[in-house]
């Protein structure tokens, strides 16, 4: 089973896919946060979203996308155009034909850590220990791209075939 993980934006993309083998072993097989440029037109950067995402499904194969539900913030502007980025993620996704399935922050943090309480530091501490990392410095969102992966084979792994 291969995941394509995403913790969602339009300025920053955490992107990931993670696969899993045999019973008990995930497997890292690409990670990055993908960025657009502030200079561009808000719609070119969705573009530019949807492109990544569709190249990344083509070279990639995953078996479904798993991505990070929208965390109500105070600013709403951010939130509608975060919420837009999803949009065009969840279209690539389903016009490749792989099932979509969301997590929320919680849902993510106890698959993760054990715990619905845990912050952004717990999460980033307990990713290496869950999955193999190759030695490049990775950013944040990348972490919760593969925390949004991992969460998404705890919850539907036994539902999917294995590879």
Do not use: W
């Amino acid at each position: 089973m291969r995941i394509l993980g995403i913790d969602p934006g339009y300025d920053r993309v955490g992107i990931s896919i993670v696969e899993k083998v045999g019973k008990n072993k995930e497997v890292l097989i690409f990670s990055e946060c993908f960025q657009t440029s502030s200079k561009d037109s808000f719609y070119t950067r969705l573009s530019q979203v949807g492109e990544k995402v569709s190249k990344i499904i083509k070279k990639y194969s995953p078996d479904s996308l798993a991505i990070e539900s929208l965390f109500i913030t105070k600013n709403q502007k951010t939130a509608m155009r975060v919420s837009e980025a999803r949009g065009v993620i969840m279209y690539e996704a389903v016009k490749a034909g792989l099932p979509v399935f969301e997590y929320t922050p919680l849902q993510i943090k106890v698959a993760v850590t054990g715990h619905g309480s845990s912050d952004k530091a717990q999460i980033i501490k307990m990713i290496p220990l869950l999955i193999k990392l190759p030695d490049k410095k990775a950013h944040d969102d990348e972490y919760d791209a593969i925390a949004v992966a991992l969460t998404c084979i705890a919850h539907e792994g036994k539902s999917f075939p294995q590879k």
